[in-house]
């Protein structure tokens, strides 16, 4: 959407009286982005809402999510916010910028160096699964150490995991289960 971006900034500009700084003029771009809002309206409808509405908290009719609550007093509305904000506080704080899904897509492996990668590995590199054994298999390109802890997308920090062991790998754990292409063995395992 480059072709918007000076549009977009002097507008923004000159609604705000003049002069805003790079935060506000960043939120404001991420207001006009499509592609983001898309892609939070389809993960929003994939994982809160049905998780929520199955415990009752929400109720979703066609595009309307609805709390499951009498009114709330306002100490109540409050307290509830306070605690939802702590959450996302908390959870920031251990496992940092990442839980925004969108911060990786901004930055993702070169296509010619994910190939590189699958070549190199073949297989997951914990558990040895691979597509030409099994075809239910997906082969994902991991980061030993995690963009959010300054992970390059250089192929000696990528390694080839399968779907099933990606997800039992949290962002934490930095462990690289096989040996990683500059030929030193770091074979330390969970
Ligand atoms: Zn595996």
Redesign the pocket.
């Known amino acids: 959407m480059s072709h918007v971006y000076q549009p977009l900034l002097i507008s923004f500009l000159v609604e705000s009286g003049g002069a805003a700084t790079i935060r506000q003029l960043a939120q404001e771009f991420a207001l006009a982005d499509e592609a983001s809002v898309l892609h939070y309206e389809k993960r929003i409808k994939e994982m809160p809402v049905p998780v929520l509405a199955k415990r009752g908290v929400v109720s979703k009719r066609a595009e309307l999510i609805e709390l499951q609550v009498e009114k709330l007093t306002y100490v109540q509305s409050s307290q509830i916010r306070a605690a939802c904000e702590k959450r996302i506080a908390d959870f920031l704080q251990s496992r940092g910028v990442e839980i925004w899904s969108g911060l990786l897509e901004m930055d993702p492996v070169p296509s010619t160096v994910r190939y590189d990668v699958l070549k190199r590995d073949r297989k997951?590199v914990?558990?040895?699964?691979a597509p030409e054994i099994d075809s239910d298999v997906r082969l994902h390109v991991d980061h030993i150490v995690p963009r959010s802890k300054g992970g390059s997308n250089e192929m000696s920090n990528l390694q080839v995991?399968?779907s099933?062991?990606n997800l039992g790998k949290s962002n934490r754990d930095d462990t690289a289960f096989g040996e990683i292409d500059d030929g030193k063995a770091n074979a330390e395992t969970v």
């Open positions: 997951c914990l558990c040895g699964a995991l399968c099933e062991c």
